[in-house]
């Protein structure tokens, strides 16, 4: 058997998160998203849930011995460029995930804390934060938070600020281990998204505001977290990895569309949709 060079196989990006049968965010999400971007996707199943573009019915964490399997089973076989965490399902797979990425420490971390729907469903518990605080943050490299799970990270027994300022959440999260936090500004009230990138001390890396679109998202924080880990795997540095995936993401929610009752899916293809467009305005 002749065995493919190096060079050609395209970057590896590994994701751990949950199945979303209506495709709008989760592992399919993260799927289309990083064959979007010119890598290859393996995934791990952490949940199996009910959900449709209204909101999530049902959760079934997958056991953490399977979670566990899954990831060794690929990184034995494998060269992965990237990991991407999404949403865990217990706190037994938060241990798992934090014990298999511990043996790759040069493999780049992008998590995306998926704490809530965005139904607001509550998807995470306090065991599942202390222990995501405790052994995933230390190890990520970047870390996507929204506004409202910024403010939830660093929230506990001894602080009970409603509304605290998100540079300061960001530089408390930089000390609970991560290297970089992308807070996004989505929920807030501002006339444009503004994004922000913190890093070392929680001191300001880069700021990047972006037209409001009309509508609801489904799956927007999964798309631009993959992204970055596909750009990352794919060699760019951190600030040109972050500029490049909010671009992208952006242009994912502008061709957004609604096929349920529910929120609009970001449209990860939109790029060959365009494509298509042009050779059939030639060959008219």
Known sequence: MTLTAMSDIPPIVLTFGA???????????????????????????????????????DILPIDAEWVSDQARAVLEDMPVAAFKIGLLGSVENIAAIAEVISDY????????????????DELADEDMLDALRELLLPQTTILTPNSIEARRLIQDED???????????????VQLGCEYVLVTGTHEHTPKVINTLYGEN?????????????????????TLASAIASLLANGLPINEAVKEAQEFTWQTLQFAFRPG??????????????????????RH
């Open 19 to 57: 199945t979303d049968p209506s495709g709008g965010a989760g592992l399919q999400a993260d799927i289309l998203t990083i064959a979007s971007m010119g890598c290859h996707p393996l995934s791990v199943v952490t949940a199996v849930t009910v959900q449709d573009t209204r909101g999530v019915d």
């Open 105 to 120: 420490p040069e493999i780049p971390l992008i998590f995306d804390p998926v704490l809530a729907s965005g139904r607001g």
């Open 159 to 173: 602080n009970d600020e409603d509304n605290p300022d998100l540079a300061e959440c960001a530089k408390r999260i």
């Open 202 to 222: 929680g001191l300001l890396v880069r700021s990047d505001s972006w037209k409001r679109l009309p509508g609801i998202y489904h799956g927007s924080g999964c």
């Open 261 to 282: 009752m529910g929120q609009h899916i970001p449209d990860r293809l939109f790029w060959a949709r365009e494509d298509e467009e042009d050779e059939s305005s030639v």
